[in-house]
């Protein structure tokens, strides 16, 4: 089970929102309109976590349901109009909060029929509702996605899932960095201000801690995770048990300072003198990563922070390169120093952990591990600022091809498969701006990713075919 960026339901504020003109009028419809919103709560609750909920005909009523659900750690908040309601009534108080909204454009009706009435017309106008409070977020640069369908329909239930889960992943993001960054990769660049959208926050790992907390690791607890690896990998003959246990001092140790520091992200910078060879913590990324840690290598931050965020959205994500091409057969090789999450290994052999000699100079073996990817649809994402600091997400689906490890190859890899011309698509990746690290989910997110680059204020670039002139 994750334990950072765990992957649950999107905590929500859902409100129902009127008009107290229509209340204090003595009707009896607005006690229909609360039974409605009743019933779309409980459609609602079977696809979101309601930690606050009412229906507010007042500015005052708005506030204290939102203060509610911040007090219980809501990420978002979902609105239906119950009737025709007016904008400044609740837009004000949404802005305080500044969450994503999301607006279920919804109604108890399914559709006009002959006998259609004028008292089915006043229990069912929410329509012009919506577009006033729409404006409203639009002309004041609100973060919002709108979601209109009846609120039984599969296919706008569809829609609206995507909206909450694309609305979780713009929580808070903290990343740690060990050891700097890789001197001369400018791809790795940006300014805070380049990502505002992001809510994220980037603090250096004291190495002189990480150490420290390496050292310290109590040797029943590296005993422990010793005897319960034998059951869960293969292992190569001969491997060393002291090297295993060597490898997994910095697994323990960073495990519990990334919980300490409440970091969602990692990236860590092997060139850094101040490893002096010393745990090297390789080994100790794949396993984080399989519990949701976001991750890139080399002091790369951005895309750290980037997978934490994809995480909350796909509820696991990997970190990868294009290595090198297969023109043949259209496909890239996927693989990195090591780093590989092995959460996503086949499901048809162990991963096998072996005595893995580090190529650069300076450092001893450590326990790598080797396996390929259980095949399936993916999507791959690079991020970067642009030439004005406006982000771009940079995106494209294909396949992780059904094929064994390589027997002659020596750590984690795969063969990403794309149904267009690879070098075409390299020429597309390279001419939008893409860096060298990716991050990649299972499925075909592309629909999820362009709601959150619009929930972002990012450029939105679709790649996977090349465009018609």
Not at 180 to 191: A, I, N, Q, S, Y
Not at 221 to 250: M, T
Request: proline share 4%; aromatic share 12%; with cysteine.
């Amino acid at each position: 089970m994750p334990l950072f960026n765990e992957c649950r339901k999107p905590k929500v504020v859902y409100l129902g929102l009127s008009l107290e003109l229509y209340r204090a009028g003595g009707s009896s419809v607005p006690a229909e309109w609360e039974g409605y919103f009743r019933e779309w709560s409980e459609v609602l609750a079977e696809r979101a976590e309601i930690v606050a909920s009412g229906c507010c005909y007042l500015e005052s009523e708005v506030r204290a349901r939102m203060e509610e659900g911040r007090l219980a750690g809501a990420e978002t908040v979902v609105i239906s109009a119950l009737s025709y309601t007016a904008s400044l009534t609740s837009v004000p108080v949404l802005a305080e909060y500044k969450w994503p909204v999301i607006v279920w454009n919804t109604q108890q009706m399914r559709e006009i029929s002959t006998d259609y009435t004028s008292d089915d017309l006043m229990r069912n106008h929410t329509v012009q509702g919506i577009q006033d409070v729409a404006n409203l977020l639009f002309r004041r640069r609100m973060r919002y996605l709108v979601v209109s369908g009846w609120f039984r329909d599969p296919v706008a239930l569809e829609r609206l899932d995507a909206a909450m889960i694309t609305a979780r992943a713009r929580g808070t993001v903290r990343t740690l960095s060990l050891g700097g960054r890789f001197v001369g990769m400018g791809d790795f660049e940006f300014h805070p201000s380049d990502i505002l959208a992001w809510n994220a926050s980037f603090d250096d790992l004291s190495m002189e801690e990480y150490r420290t907390a390496c050292e310290e690791v109590p040797a029943e607890e590296l005993e422990a995770q010793i005897k319960s690896d034998f059951s869960e990998f293969e292992f190569e003959p001969g491997f060393s048990r002291e090297l295993h246990g060597e490898s997994l001092r910095p697994y323990l140790a960073l495990k519990k300072l990334l919980l300490r520091h409440r970091a969602d992200a990692f990236t860590m910078n092997f060139t850094s003198s101040d490893f002096h060879g010393k745990f090297l913590p390789l080994h100790a990324v794949n396993r984080l990563m399989a519990e949701g840690l976001g991750y890139a290598g080399e002091g790369d931050s951005l895309r750290a922070a980037w997978m934490a965020r994809l995480v909350r959205l796909a509820g696991s994500a990997n970190f990868t390169e294009i290595y090198t091409v297969d023109f043949v057969r259209n496909r890239f090789f996927m693989t990195h120093m090591q780093e590989c999450n092995p959460l996503w290994a086949r499901r048809d052999r162990k991963v096998r952990l072996k005595k893995q000699p580090f190529w650069a100079g300076g450092f001893g073996p450590y326990t790598g591990m080797y396996f390929t990817l259980e095949p399936g649809p993916v999507t791959l994402t690079g991020v970067t600022p642009d030439a004005d600091g406006r982000l771009r997400y940079i995106i494209f689906k294909g396949e992780i091809e059904d094929v064994p490890p390589l027997p002659e190859y020596d750590r984690a890899h795969w063969f990403f498969r794309t149904e267009s011309s690879a070098a075409g698509l390299l020429d597309r990746y390279s001419e939008a701006g893409g860096p060298h690290h990716l991050i990649v989910v299972r499925g075909d997110l592309r629909n999820e990713l362009k709601l959150l680059a619009r929930l972002d204020g990012a450029d939105f670039l679709d790649i996977t075919e090349a465009r018609k002139c």
